[in-house]
């Protein structure tokens, strides 16, 4: 089939933003974000002088897990937007979303990344094998119809091939698993990271990874920021929303539904604001080279 510009981007992320950035191609960014001296292109200026004054929380969810619908409703439900990075490689297999569920997830206007085709350790690959990996994930969803933007390494995994590869596949941002503050192993570390990322090939997020996701402990990264990270982005990283204690990874459905109304009413309050990864970073779908 015939792709069009219209069928790479379902009506509802049309935005303005993306259109334009189809003539900016994702190559300067990448550019500037491993280099980390070039000059910041211009849709990365105009976000950053969009930024808020108060934090901006975004909310990601890995691995495409089938319960991630309902995730997409939950957050529908309170007038929140989540990233959902999927691999495509297990779209459609059991305990993992179908196509059909995720392009309801975009339609709800939630934003799709990539996360490789099978969620692989990056760094024990081969480079060729590293591009097939993120190249041919972005390129599958795409087709799927899918406005691609941002990007998750699989277990948060990344080296300096991994990173430049993401960048060179079109992504506009790589997102990581850590580099901001948690209480245990990261005390002394930034609260926030900075809008836009100071590498947009490894965005750093809040880790809450073997820590207990209760909606008191997740509302104390956000806290923590309105008090002393002032403008810039708390990313939280979530897997599954379900009661599974043992599960390190799991977030239990009561505590994260509690966590999202408190999210909800502080950005009415307009204590935060919350946005996609895609949106924060900003730039077009660039076409994968
Ligand atoms: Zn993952």
């Known amino acids: 089939m015939r792709l069009t510009v219209k069928r790479l981007l379902p009506a509802c992320l049309l935005t303005a933003a993306s259109i334009a950035g189809l003539q900016h191609p994702a190559a300067a960014t990448a550019g500037s974000a491993v280099l980390g001296q070039a000059a910041a292109p ?7 002088a969009r930024a808020a004054k108060v934090p901006t929380v975004v909310l990601t969810f890995d691995d495409g897990t089938a319960d991630h619908l309902a995730v997409a409703g939950m957050l529908s439900r309170r ?11 297990r779209l459609g297999k059991r305990g993992f979303l179908s196509v059909a569920a995720l392009r309801a997830i975009a339609k709800e206007g939630h934003e799709i990344g990539g996360h490789t085709l099978q969620h692989p350790h990056l760094p ?4 060729a094998a590293q591009q097939t990996e993120i190249c041919d994930d972005r390129r599958a969803l795409l087709k799927m119809g899918f406005a ?12 300096e091939s991994s990173k430049r590869i993401a960048m ?24 926030t990271e900075t809008i836009p990322p100071a590498d947009l090939a490894a965005v750093r997020v809040t880790s809450q990874t073997r820590l207990p996701r209760t909606a008191r402990t997740l509302r104390e990264f956000v806290t923590r920021a309105q008090r ?9 990283v979530f897997h599954e929303i379900k009661d599974e204690p043992g599960d390190k ?23 935060i604001d919350v946005r996609t990864l895609g949106d924060l970073v900003g730039g077009g779908v660039s076409p994968v080279p």
Request: proline share 6%; hydrophobic share 35%; glycine share 10%.
């Open 42 to 48: 211009a849709h990365v200026a105009r976000q950053q």
């Open 79 to 89: 007038g929140l937007k989540g990233t959902f990075y999927v691999n495509s490689g």
């Open 124 to 127: 024990e690959m081969f480079d």
């Open 148 to 159: 691609v933007r941002s990007f998750a390494y699989p277990f948060g995994a990344s080296d």
């Open 168 to 191: 060179s596949c079109g992504y506009n941002s790589a997102r990581d698993i850590n580099g901001l503050y948690r209480p245990d192993s990261c005390s002394a570390c930034p609260v």
């Open 228 to 236: 002393e990270g002032g403008p810039g982005m708390v990313t939280f």
């Open 249 to 271: 990874y799991a977030t239990a459905p009561k505590e994260f539904a509690a966590f999202i109304d408190w999210v909800a009413r502080q950005r009415k309050a307009k204590k």
